[in-house]
């Protein structure tokens, strides 16, 4: 089992930034990759990004240029980072591990607030 566990987050005005954690546990070491999702009430939760282990990164269209993903290895984190923020950005966002052989996100933090004002 792996435990996701997220913080940051929080309020920012548009163009400003903010960062969010995913700090991993567990058995850690069957991760392939951590991806990150937001999503707005009433809406299908939305892919923003994902890393995979080595390093390389892929992200949304609408987080190009703007959100970088990060991993610190020695705290087991991975962050998203968001830059240049735009009010459309408000949403909850959620961390979620890949295994190994899985093609599909088997562990999801708990989700972080993450809200953009004019």
């Known amino acids: 089992q792996v435990q996701l566990v997220q913080s940051g987050g929080g309020l920012a005005q548009a163009g400003g930034s903010l960062n969010v954690s995913c700090a991993q546990s567990?058995?850690?070491?069957?991760?392939?990759?951590v991806g990150w999702f937001r999503q707005t009430p009433g809406t299908e939760r939305e892919f923003v990004g994902f890393?995979?282990?080595?390093?390389?990164?892929v992200y949304a269209d609408s987080a190009k240029g703007r959100f970088t993903i990060s991993r610190d290895n020695a705290e087991d984190t991975v962050y998203l980072q968001l830059n240049l923020l735009k009010i459309e950005d408000t949403a909850v966002y959620y961390c979620?591990?890949?295994?190994?052989?899985?093609?599909?996100?088997?562990?999801w933090g708990q989700g972080t607030q993450v809200t953009v004002s004019s």
């Open positions: 979620a591990g890949m295994r190994y052989g899985s093609g599909s996100y088997d562990y």
């Open positions: 567990g058995r850690t070491s069957e991760i392939y990759a």
């Open positions: 890393r995979r282990i080595g390093g390389s990164t």
